[in-house]
């Protein structure tokens, strides 16, 4: 029993992965530029596409929003170690998210296709 | 006492005895060891975050809604703002992130020297933060663009009417159905950054609570539990922020 207690906690000290500071520069670097980027691209027009008749998609918040999922991303997975963490933690945060983006999914085609036709 | 009762006191006190002094002292007893004790209070906190993030997403849902019906105000508002402070406070939450991950590190590493400094760093750069956004939300309030509480529709439609405000600004005048909708985007600015600065003043209370106890050696025992887990908290709050910024500072600015 207290065998097995021993060669755990061993085991664990091996699993708790520390992430190194370089690693950590790295990130904040990115995302620094990241937010530069954002900024920088938000005064180009990037145009828009026009898929059907009253149906246009804008390029610039498009970008934007990329940039911005990018940047969490790599918060998600490096400053708050999820890529270092349990498979429950993984399994957790990807299905929350998954369920967020459903939630404002299902909100939007809901109010997108309200008043289809009648713009 | 019942049997069972007297039996279940036995056995605990047993195991209790002949347990203590092979696990550290942070773990509690009814973990099996402090890895699976780690997962499960980790595990505990993206809970929390999760119903954090369904929080934030009804405003974030509010949002695109009211942005898509009302695009034109939504993009005259939102060049009220100023892109230099968005900028600037995205660059201290994103460095205020960078530190606290430090904070962990130090932690994890046992420094306590380094610990307390980049607690006191993340503290700084959160009350920077918070410093930044009221320098903006005083401009909001001297140009009566806080809905509800001191609102006009005469500072679109006429700007002019507030010479002190005009000289200073020079802002266009605009038609009456635009500037009567600018509200509902003022009405979301307050309430979505209101809601992140709100969470940035909890994270800044936890955080002088925590360099009290990291100057106690609460946090550099082996014992990381506390600063990972506040860490989570704070990273998630840049996270808001960086969805925030792009959303509310940067529409149509070409």
Redesign the interface.
């Known amino acids: 029993m207290s065998e097995q207690h021993g060669h755990n906690e061993e085991h664990h000290e091996e699993e708790h992965h520390i992430v190194s500071p370089m690693t950590y520069g790295l990130i904040l670097l990115t995302l620094l530029v990241a937010t530069g980027l954002t900024v920088w691209m938000s005064f180009i027009d990037l145009g828009e596409w026009h898929i059907t008749n009253g149906l246009t998609l804008f390029w610039n918040p498009v970008v934007a929003l990329l940039i911005a999922c990018t940047k969490m991303t790599l918060v998600v997975l490096f400053f708050m170690h999820v890529k270092y963490s349990a498979r429950l933690t993984k399994l957790t945060v990807a299905s929350g998210f998954f369920v967020f983006l459903v939630l404002i999914g299902m909100t939007m085609t809901d109010y997108f296709s309200r008043a289809w036709g009648r713009w | 006492m019942s049997d069972s009762t007297a039996v279940a006191n036995g056995a605990a006190a047993g195991t209790v005895d002949?347990h203590h002094g092979?696990?550290p002292p942070y773990q509690r007893h009814h973990f099996?060891?402090?890895?699976q004790q780690?997962?499960a209070t980790?595990?505990a906190m993206?809970?929390f975050?999760?119903t954090e993030?369904?929080f934030f997403?009804g405003l974030?849902?509010a949002y695109?809604?009211m942005r898509?019906w009302y695009y034109p105000a939504f993009v005259e508002a939102s060049h009220q703002l100023n892109?230099g402070w968005g900028?600037a406070n995205?660059?201290v939450l994103?460095?205020s992130?960078?530190t606290?991950?430090?904070g962990v590190?130090s932690a994890?590493?046992r420094k306590k020297g380094l610990l307390l400094v980049f607690l006191g760093l993340t503290l700084l750069l959160g009350l920077a933060f918070l410093g930044i956004k009221s320098i903006e939300y005083s401009e909001k309030w001297e140009k009566h663009h806080v809905p509800g509480l001191n609102w006009s529709d005469a500072s679109f439609l006429n700007p002019a009417s507030d010479p002190e405000v005009y000289k200073e600004y020079h802002d266009k005048p605009l038609p009456p159905d635009m500037a009567e909708k600018t509200e509902m985007y003022f009405f979301l600015y307050f309430a979505m950054t209101g809601m992140h600065a709100l969470h940035m003043i909890i994270g800044i209370s936890i955080l002088i609570f925590m360099i009290f106890r990291a100057r106690a050696d609460a946090y550099t025992t082996g014992h990381v539990t506390y600063v990972?887990n506040f860490?989570?908290y704070w990273?998630?709050v840049?996270?808001v922020w960086?969805?925030l910024?792009?959303?509310l500072y940067?529409?149509?600015?070409?």
């Open positions: 002949s092979e696990h099996e060891t402090v890895g780690f997962d980790n595990f993206w809970l975050l999760l993030i369904m997403g974030f849902t695109l809604i898509n892109v900028t995205t660059g994103i460095v992130s960078f606290m991950a430090m590190w994890e590493m990972e860490g989570l990273h998630f840049d996270i960086i969805f910024f792009p959303l940067l529409i149509s600015r070409y």
